[in-house]
């Protein structure tokens, strides 16, 4: 079946520093990506929508220069979360739709990034 | 709007059924989904419903939709430790489009 692959799954950072999340679509083309945040025992909360090629659209209270999506190509969508602080340590998950045998008007999850900041 | 509601906690014993409850405010919504979380991992899509369906079936695994309440609930037949996890409703209003979760349920499954 189709796979959504994140890298890293795992990441420390210091408090001030930038880090980018990474999320592929490994057998198939993604046109829209979404991007997830969760906070411990919390739901998920939808922080973007991208469409390759365009803007990424945030949902309201989520800063957009603080995290910077960018879906360059069909297959990769980057989430950077720049000058980290520790309230921004989360579960990242991303999710994408695209073209495809077999994955036609269907969302799937990656395994989700987790950041801690410290 | 679009909200997703459930209670966060359910504990039954081993063996029993596990029936955990949502209601969802969005008349547009089309897809209807029930994922599971366990601790530490990613999400695992169990099932979802199309909103014309009342009711769909899958081994142990049951989904019955009010659509005229917005009201979804899963049924767990015969609840094991390993069904031990977070239950999250959701719903989409197209199978391609965003998905917006509940806050989930945490079943704890008694000895």
Redesign the interface.
């Given at each position: 079946g189709a796979v959504v692959s994140q890298h890293p799954s795992w990441v420390i950072c210091k408090s001030g520093t930038s880090v980018k999340i990474e999320c592929r679509s490994l057998d198939f083309q993604a046109t829209?990506m979404?991007w997830?945040r969760q906070f411990p025992k919390?739901?998920?909360?939808?922080m973007a929508?991208s469409n390759e090629g365009s803007k990424a659209t945030y949902e309201q209270g989520v800063e957009k220069d603080k995290f910077l999506i960018n879906h360059a190509s069909l297959t990769l969508s980057t989430l950077t979360v720049t000058s980290a602080h520790p309230e921004d340590s989360s579960f990242y998950?991303c999710?994408a739709?695209?073209q495809g045998q077999g994955v036609?008007?269907?969302?799937y999850?990656?395994?989700?990034s987790w950041l801690t900041v410290v | 709007g679009e909200d997703v509601e459930q209670s966060l906690f359910l504990s039954v014993r081993e063996g029993d059924s596990s029936v955990i409850n949502c209601t969802y405010t969005d008349s547009s919504s089309t897809y209807l989904y029930w994922y599971k979380q366990e601790p530490g991992?990613?999400?695992q899509?169990l099932t979802y419903i199309f909103s014309n369906m009342d009711m769909k079936q899958d081994q142990r695994l049951t989904v019955l939709l009010n659509k005229k309440d917005k009201h979804l609930s899963l049924r767990i037949a015969d609840t094991q430790t390993g069904d031990s996890a977070i239950y999250?409703c959701a719903e989409?209003r197209?199978?391609?489009?965003?998905?917006?979760?509940?806050?989930?349920t945490r079943l704890h499954i008694l000895p």
């Open positions: 829209t979404f997830y919390q739901s998920l909360m939808l929508t998950i999710s739709s695209g036609v008007n269907t969302i999850f990656g395994e989700g | 991992a990613g999400l899509l999250f989409s197209r199978r391609d489009d965003k998905i917006i979760f509940g806050k989930g």
